[in-house]
């Protein structure tokens, strides 16, 4: 079924009873704007205890050092300052920071302090802490300890650590952490991709192409920043995370301190896209220097130094061969990946490009199908998820071999992927990498989006420009791109040896006065849960919007719960919320039945009223919260209240989808690129809120453009960050962008009753490639066939002038970002005026 | 330490201050205005924006004694008498922004956005906010924010 979204506008935020009318696609204002509107939000670094001590952070210089001596006086000598901490201090205390996912049996994980003991192995590791009475007196005595280093030789490019001449590790003999693969003649999924590529070699059309993801940072706007008291039973950890459930447990596991001993809170958290799923050095380091001082410990980190050594992500190399028949059928495609793990096996490590692993054929029905990933270790920041994370990879893959098969097949780009994808009549179809997707409809989705772009009219112009030799040349780029969801079903995850479940909680608490507390075990930071989760209750229970409240992120609170990523949260949390408010309805039905002398076979319920079928006598559902709570006349056997909880644990995942059509203008003779038009329409199933769902598209489309254009983690020779402020790293400003036309169609997922798919990370997997096949489709006439990301200026004015070259030689000192004066004068930091 | 008399959200506050200490942190660490954040270290996100006679100033881009003797208001003085200030309500009307923590500071450049120029273009909108980052919203709501708000005030 497929089903135009209408957005309302306005507040709809009144103070009336608003029981009766229908929540769940309701564009309502957002409950969570009133605080952060006047500032009266509770960030973690708003948190000011009594006695509170400060950290700061001594971090390496160096890539790759021993660590020879630290000398730690002066700085303890200094004003105010109360304790240094080194690695050698807390050696046995500090344990190794977690990896959940080993991906084989073998994979190599080497120890991972959290304050390095003898060799730091990037720049921006942890080597000393100090710890004073206020923040400015830590940093300034930061700067007095003195750390001797005998620098070693580090390997920072990623195919040159692949050939393991530097290594990262000496101890592992190797900078391959592991090899993973999945092969469909293997699997049984399909036939051998190399049988199909020897048969396109003899007759038919095979691609190969090179492509790279370059590194990125998360680069959300609150910095990390965690707040530990260590007074009392428990010890409670504020922290700007989007995972305090997890953070509880390694807090817990790594440094051996009793489960129940251990409460983390995230209040309100200022933004997180992956970056903030870590479990992370300084966490620990905060709770070792409470323990150690008995006083509450704040530390907040700068941002260069959250540019520099929160998690970085995407870095992959990308060698891709694609075999299709003549027409342009497409039977096979071989995936050879080197990843860039850093220098560590981070919290997801080298799973995240696995999340890639089974979206390379993207929606399309291939014979054959196989995947190998390499990660490797370098000398660099280690790398995470961020937004996303292995799908934008995999989606950028395919997409860009699909536009350069319709190049080379000769018809455009939309047709070319007609005639390879899955057909809405196909569904559920079961994918040559194992997967089922439930629901979809990529006809629907595509014919929308084609006729809002004004798609046949833009062409056209494009052929008028190149006809007319215009040195301002109109590239048109499309994606369409499905992805997979709502993590994750436990037992898919337990056979990939991750080492947790994917479930998700929700406990409805039914109040006397009618009033309805909501506590979730995901963890938002921007997402708006408080009001989707309120008409999503206000839908099922028949209550007011304004009478439910969402609690959440607070382990004490909460007490079960496996956070927020992966676009997870409504998927997965939002159904395990459905079923608990049927719960509630179910408890419910012996106590009317008992009140209203019926039989409970006769009860039925309907916004917000209980009814004894086939009368007018009934029940509010408040009325009967307030029997329950009394609890003065129950049923036989009844126990007081109409609280509920449920676990659900999806059954497979969900599989969002779209079409995203990029116009951009480029300046031939600077390389300048102009966005023009960006039109999308996103199939997310089930819409609770079409304000948000458009928030997430808008804010996804933006970090995905930023990728293809702008964003770059970029390293000199010796391996420090270059990149490490806003002024180098470039998060797009409110200039360099446009307004966007997003739409939707509606697919619902069918697994699950709410039939929501998730939409987090949608718009940032489908536009990098969006981007760069405008910005290539524009140069086409000139013989370019790649660009390599991001595509400044300097990149394309070189492809246009070294047709052969797609962008310069690609290794790491290419990619330092360059900026002819035009493009500089129209950044905010002033580097251009 | 020097001694500064400022007038913050409409009251007077006299406090000696280490002569290196920014407004930002005099308005987070004394006073309790935790309304107003720091995003970075390089002036470049404009989370702190808060303004100072009337004109909006990065707050981590001015020393505290600088503000000696002036009138500075932050995100939490805008409401008046529990009504809020009408970009503040633009941003809430048009979902304007989701984690929140660039918020305050592009409300205050909003403002004094429309202050400069009642009437602006989308083009002089994205202009006059260019100096704030956000890395939620892709700035479409902001910028329909900011019309909205512009258009309520004619």
New interface residues.
């Given amino acids: 079924m497929t089903a135009t979204e209408t957005v309302s506008?306005?507040?709809t935020?009144g103070t009336g009873s608003t029981t009766g009318r229908r929540e769940i696609g309701s564009a309502r204002?957002?409950k969570?704007?009133?605080?952060?509107?006047?500032?009266?939000?509770k960030?973690t670094?708003?948190i000011v205890l009594p006695g509170m001590l400060h950290l700061a952070m001594v971090r390496s210089p160096f890539a790759h050092a021993t660590i020879t001596n630290v000398d730690t006086a002066e700085a303890k000598a200094a004003p105010n300052v109360v304790t240094v901490l080194t690695g050698a201090d807390v050696t046995e205390e500090q344990g190794s920071l977690p990896n959940v996912w080993a991906i084989t049996a073998e994979q190599k994980t080497p120890p991972h302090p959290s304050i390095a003991v003898d060799r730091v192995t990037f720049a921006g590791e942890i080597v000393a802490v100090v710890v004073a009475r206020s923040a400015a007196e830590a940093r300034d005595a930061a700067e007095l300890v003195d750390v001797d280093y005998e620098e070693l030789p580090a390997v920072l490019d990623l195919k040159e650590a692949a050939e393991d001449r530097v290594l990262v590790h000496p101890d592992l003999g190797t900078n391959k952490s592991a090899f993973w693969q999945l092969d469909s003649a293997a699997a049984g999924t399909g036939t051998s991709v190399d049988d199909e590529i020897a048969e396109a070699r003899r007759d038919g059309i095979v691609l190969e192409r090179e492509y790279r993801q370059q590194r990125l940072i998360p680069?959300?706007?609150?910095?990390r920043s965690f707040v530990c008291d260590p007074t009392g039973e428990q010890i409670t950890l504020w922290s700007a995370t989007q995972i305090p459930h997890i953070v509880k447990f390694f807090v817990s596991v790594v440094l051996a301190i009793p489960e129940h001993k251990v409460r983390v809170i995230a209040p309100?958290?200022?933004?997180g896209?992956g970056g903030k799923l870590q479990v992370n050095p300084e966490e620990f380091i905060t709770v070792m220097a409470a323990r150690r001082t008995g006083k509450p410990c704040k530390y907040t980190e700068?941002?260069?130094e959250s540019l520099m050594a929160s998690h970085h992500g995407r870095d992959q190399w990308q060698r891709l061969t694609l075999a299709a028949k003549k027409d342009g059928t497409v039977t096979g495609i071989k995936v050879d990946l080197l990843t860039d793990l850093g220098s560590y096996v981070s919290l997801l490590g080298g799973g995240t490009p696995l999340l890639g692993a089974f979206m390379f054929i993207g929606i399309y029905k291939f014979a054959a199908y196989q995947f190998n990933c390499t990660p490797v270790f370098t000398n660099k920041t280690w790398t995470d998820a961020y937004r996303g994370a292995g799908r934008p990879e995999a989606t950028f893959a395919i997409e860009r071999l699909m536009d350069e098969l319709a190049h080379e097949v000769g018809v455009d780009s939309l047709e070319i992927r007609e005639r390879n994808w899955i057909t809405h009549e196909e569904f559920p179809f079961t994918t040559v990498a194992g997967l089922e997707y439930d629901s979809g409809n990529y006809e629907a989705a595509t014919a929308k989006a084609k006729e809002m772009f004004g798609y046949d009219e833009l062409r056209a112009e494009q052929t008028r420009r190149r006809e007319a030799n215009d040195p301002v040349q109109l590239g048109i780029g499309v994606s369409t791109f499905t992805e997979m969801c709502g993590l994750a079903p436990s037992r898919i995850l337990g056979q990939l040896n991750y080492g947790a479940g994917g479930w998700e909680h929700a406990s409805v608490r039914m109040l006397p006065t009618g009033k309805v507390e909501v506590i979730t075990g995901v963890s938002p930071?921007?997402?708006?849960h408080e009001t989707a989760w309120s008409q999503i209750v206000a839908d099922r229970l028949g209550v007011a919007f304004e009478d439910v409240e969402v609690l959440h992120g607070d382990t004490q609170v909460s007490h079960k719960g496996l956070d927020t990523y992966g676009s997870r949260s409504l998927a997965v949390g939002g159904q395990a919320l459905v079923m608990a408010t049927d719960r509630v309805i179910e408890r419910a039905k012996p106590l009317v039945a008992h009140l209203l002398e019926a039989s409970v076979d006769d009860i039925e319920f309907d916004s917000g009223r209980f009814a004894v079928r086939g009368t007018d006598r009934g029940l509010g559902i408040g009325e009967v919260a307030m029997a329950a709570f009394a609890a003065h006349n129950l049923p036989d056997g009844m126990e007081p209240g109409l609280d509920a909880e449920a676990t659900y644990d999806p059954v497979g995942f969900s599989y969002p989808h779209g079409t995203h059509l990029c116009a951009v203008e480029i300046d031939t003779e600077t390389g300048g690129v102009k966005l023009r038009k960006y039109t999308c329409v996103d199939d997310v199933g089930t819409i609770v809120n079409p304000?948000?769902v458009?928030?997430?598209v808008?804010?996804?489309?933006?970090?995905g453009i930023a990728q293809a254009l702008w964003e770059e983690a970029v390293h000199d020779e010796a391996g420090t960050l270059v990149s490490a402020?806003?002024?180098d790293y470039l998060?797009p400003?409110?200039?360099?962008?446009i307004?966007?036309d997003t739409g939707h169609t509606t697919s619902p997922a069918t697994n699950h009753a709410l039939g929501s798919k998730g939409v987090g990370e949608a718009g940032a997997i489908a536009s990098t490639p969006a981007v760069v096949n405008a910005v290539v489709d524009a140069l086409r006439p000139f013989g370019v066939s790649d660009v390599r990301m991001p595509c400044t200026p300097e990149r394309i004015w070189k492809a246009i002038h070294d047709q052969a070259g797609g962008g310069g030689d690609p290794t790491e000192q290419d990619a330092m970002p360059h900026f002819d004066e035009a493009d500089t004068a129209d950044?905010?930091?002033g580097a251009g005026a | 330490m020097t001694r500064i008399n400022v007038q913050v959200d409409g009251a007077s506050y006299s406090d000696d201050v280490e002569p290196r200490m920014l407004l930002v942190h005099y308005l987070?660490e004394r006073l309790g205005?935790?309304?107003?954040?720091?995003?970075?270290?390089?002036s470049?996100?404009g989370?702190c924006t808060v303004h100072l006679d009337g004109k909006s100033v990065k707050s981590c881009n001015v020393l505290a004694v600088q503000a000696d003797g002036h009138e500075v208001t932050?995100?939490?003085g805008?409401?008046q008498d529990g009504e809020?200030h009408p970009m503040?309500k633009a941003?809430?009307?048009c979902?304007a922004?989701?984690?929140?923590?660039?918020?305050?500071g592009m409300?205050m450049q909003s403002i004094d956005l429309l202050n400069e120029n009642a009437n602006p273009s989308?083009e002089e909108?994205?202009?006059g906010?260019?100096?704030?980052?956000?890395?939620?919203?892709?700035?479409?709501?902001?910028?329909?924010a900011v019309q909205s708000a512009a258009g309520g005030a004619q």
């Fill in positions: 506008t306005g507040s935020s204002t957002r969570e704007d009133q605080r952060l509107i006047t500032g009266r939000t960030w670094d708003n680069a959300f706007m609150e910095p309100d958290v200022g933004g896209f700068t941002r260069s930071h921007g997402q708006g304000l948000i458009a928030g997430q808008h804010g996804g489309v933006t970090q402020s806003f002024v998060v400003t409110a200039a360099d962008l307004s966007f950044r905010t930091d | 987070r205005k935790t309304g107003t954040v720091v995003g970075c270290d390089t470049n996100c989370a932050t995100i939490e805008l409401a809020l503040q941003f809430h009307e979902h922004l989701q984690c929140g923590f660039c918020t305050p409300i989308e909108i994205r202009l906010l260019e100096g704030n980052l956000c890395r939620c919203t892709g700035y479409h709501n902001i910028v329909k």
